[in-house]
T-cell receptor, first 112, second 113 residues
Framework: GEDVEQSLFLSVREGDSSVINCTYT??????LYWYKQEPGAGLQLLTY?????DMKQDQRLTVLLNKKDKHLSLRIADTQTGDSAIYFC????????????FGSGTRLLVRP | DAGVIQSPRHEVTEMGQEVTLRCKPI?????LFWYRQTMMRGLELLIY????????DSGMPEDRFSAKMPNASFSTLKIQPSEPRDSAVYFC???????????FGPGTRLTVL
């Protein structure tokens, strides 16, 4: 399909792990990104993974990539209330080096 | 280091008025992007500049929208005349090169009454 797909909403309890999932479109995509958007703010780059990697860890964040299924996930360990935001995944198509295709975003709500 | 700077942060205007949004990319970045974010359509790329030259404007909705980049440190997105359906958050992003990571500004929330 043409769309990068994400679930719309996720609610977790503070201290638990959060897993946000994304299905992208092009198996030849080079880079896959996770951005965070807090209310009233711009998109903040959280992390990215190159398509020849299966996993990338950065402090509390773990990105897993399943190229066969075109599935990307972001795991946030020990989720905090400050993690409440909208999370966007985005893919960069190989044949269009500048264009990012964004998902619709997953709203993460962290309950105290 | 300063990130991407956008102004104004909020703009409220009446239908038919001209609106100009401004962006200062990160120093040293050669690629600049304008995006629009709405609930219905999500994030859409409007136009992309490389070395101050518009490369892809296929996302510009219609002739009412225009964008310029007179130099490496400044870009504008103009809507004339504005319409209520233009109400959205407009983001500017920049990257070192076309295929490098894009960094976003805080956005301009536009409301057209």
């Amino acid at each position: 399909g043409e769309d990068v797909e994400q679930s719309l909403f996720l609610s977790v309890r503070e201290g638990d792990s959060s897993v946000i999932n994304c299905t992208y479109t092009d198996s030849s995509s080079t880079y896959l990104y996770w951005y965070k958007q807090e209310p009233g703010a711009g998109l903040q780059l959280l992390t990215y993974i190159f398509s020849n990697m299966d996993m990338k860890q950065d402090q509390r964040l773990t990105v897993l990539l399943n190229k066969k299924d075109k599935h990307l996930s972001l795991r946030i360990a020990d989720t905090q209330t400050g993690d409440s935001a909208i999370y966007f995944c985005a893919e960069r198509w190989m044949d269009s080096s500048y264009k990012l295709i964004f998902g619709s975003g997953t709203r993460l709500l962290v309950r105290p | 280091d300063a990130g991407v700077i956008q102004s104004p942060r909020h703009e409220v205007t009446e239908m038919g008025q001209e609106v100009t949004l401004r962006c200062k990319p990160i120093s040293g970045h050669n690629s600049l992007f304008w995006y629009r974010q709405t609930m219905m359509r999500g994030l859409e790329l409007l136009i992309y500049f490389n070395n101050n030259v518009p490369i892809d404007d296929s996302g510009m909705p219609e002739d009412r929208f225009s964008a310029k980049m007179p130099n490496a440190s400044f870009s504008t997105l103009k809507i004339q005349p504005s319409e209520p359906r233009d109400s959205a958050v407009y983001f500017c992003a920049s990257s070192q090169g076309p295929s490098d990571t894009q960094y976003f500004g805080p956005g301009t929330r536009l409301t057209v009454l």
